[in-house]
Nanobody
Framework: QVQLVESGGGMVQAGGSLRLSCAASGFIFSIPTMNWYRQPPGKQRELVAS???????NYAASVRGRFTISRVNSEPTVYLQMNSLRPEDTAVYYC?????????WGQGTQVFVSS
C-alpha cells in the first residue's frame, strides 16, 4: 500500500556532495520515523541515519558531521544531504519506513564516490 521512491544518487568525486530524496506515497496511517540505510558492495546493510516525526536525528559514527537527514511531513519525504563524500561511502542507499506491522523499503539508489 506504500511505495518509497528514492532519487538523487549518482557518481561524485571524493569531497563532493549529493542530496538523496525519498518520497512516500500510498496510504499510511502514520510515519513516526524514517531511515536511510546503505549497503556497500560485499558488505552488510547498515543504518546511516534516522529521523523522527518530531525532528530528532541519529547518525552512524562513520557519517556523523558529514551527512544530514531531514524530512517534510506533509508529503512525507525524507532527505539525506551528503557532504565531504569518501570512497567508503560508495553503496546502494535505501530509505526505510517502519510501521507497526510492516517495514517499507525503497528500490535503492546507487551512490559511487571516486577517489
Amino acid at each position: 500500500q506504500v511505495q518509497l521512491v528514492e532519487s538523487g544518487g549518482g557518481m561524485v568525486q571524493a569531497g563532493g556532495s549529493l542530496r538523496l530524496s525519498c518520497a512516500a506515497s500510498g496510504f499510511i496511517f502514520s510515519i513516526p520515523t524514517m531511515n536511510w540505510y546503505r549497503q556497500p558492495p560485499g558488505k552488510q546493510r547498515e543504518l546511516v541515519a534516522s529521523i523522527t516525526s518530531g525532528g530528532a536525528t541519529n547518525y552512524a559514527a562513520s557519517v556523523r558531521g558529514r551527512f544530514t537527514i531531514s524530512r517534510v511531513n506533509s508529503e512525507p519525504t525524507v532527505y539525506l544531504q551528503m557532504n565531504s563524500l569518501r570512497p567508503e561511502d560508495t553503496a546502494v542507499y535505501y530509505c526505510n519506513v517502519p510501521t507497526t506491522f510492516h517495514e517499507y523499503w525503497g528500490q535503492g539508489t546507487q551512490v559511487f564516490v571516486s577517489s
